[in-house]
């Protein structure tokens, strides 16, 4: 899409009826005015909606790579145009509790559109005791557990589940340090007795 030229768009500013009143029956003035209309009203249109561009439910889809850059954001050309927006629009939030669990379920729950549940391998703990037992050593496995969101869950439902997508998410936020694996649940855990 385009907005450096729009036939036939008006401009809600004339230049021709801001010239002095010598101008006004001036055929030759009214008709250069004209062509000058024609080429400043998409920019004074883009102008006027400003707003609108800087607001990711409303800019025009082409402009929404520009405004992913503004918050660091890559946002998949082959994801639909709506999934794009809400990324965009949440990816603030997102990088808040980027390297968290809590996280790493939301961008699940944005992008793949799953629920999930994220179990790591480090371990800490304290005790009031002394000689308290360690934690166990960590696994280096990163364990994603996800399932299908269901319909009455506040968002459309998921017929399946791309793991494949899951996993490039889940590996894109992992630590380097550590090995992802994506398990894929019928349901959320406690229903599957897991």
């Known amino acids: 899409m385009t907005r450096a030229a729009v036939p036939g768009l008006p401009s809600r500013y004339p230049i021709g009826e801001l010239l002095p009143a010598l101008y006004a029956d001036d ?3 009214q008709r250069f005015t004209a062509g000058l209309d024609t080429v400043l009203a998409p920019v ?24 992913a850059s503004w918050v660091g954001l890559e946002a998949d050309p082959a994801w639909p ?6 990324v965009v629009a949440h990816a603030v939030e997102l990088h808040r509790w980027r390297g968290t669990r809590r996280g790493l379920v939301e961008r699940l729950r944005l992008v793949c559109g799953v629920h999930a549940e994220v179990r790591d391998g480090g371990g800490a703990t304290w005790s009031a ?22 319909a009455g869950d506040g968002v459309d439902a998921v017929d399946a589940v791309d793991a ?14 550590l090995t992802c ?9 406690e229903e599957t007795g897991d």
């Open 27 to 29: 055929d030759l003035a």
């Open 44 to 67: 004074l249109s883009t102008l006027d909606n400003l707003p609108a561009y800087v607001d990711p439910a409303l800019a025009p889809a082409d402009f929404l790579p520009w405004l």
């Open 81 to 86: 145009v709506e999934l794009r927006r809400a």
């Open 129 to 150: 005791e002394p000689g308290a037992a360690l934690p166990p050593p960590p696994t280096g496995e990163l364990l994603v557990r996800v399932w299908p969101v269901r």
């Open 164 to 177: 494949h997508r899951v996993l490039e998410v889940a590996t894109a936020a992992c630590p380097v340090h």
């Open 181 to 189: 694996r994506v398990e894929v649940l019928p349901g959320p855990p």
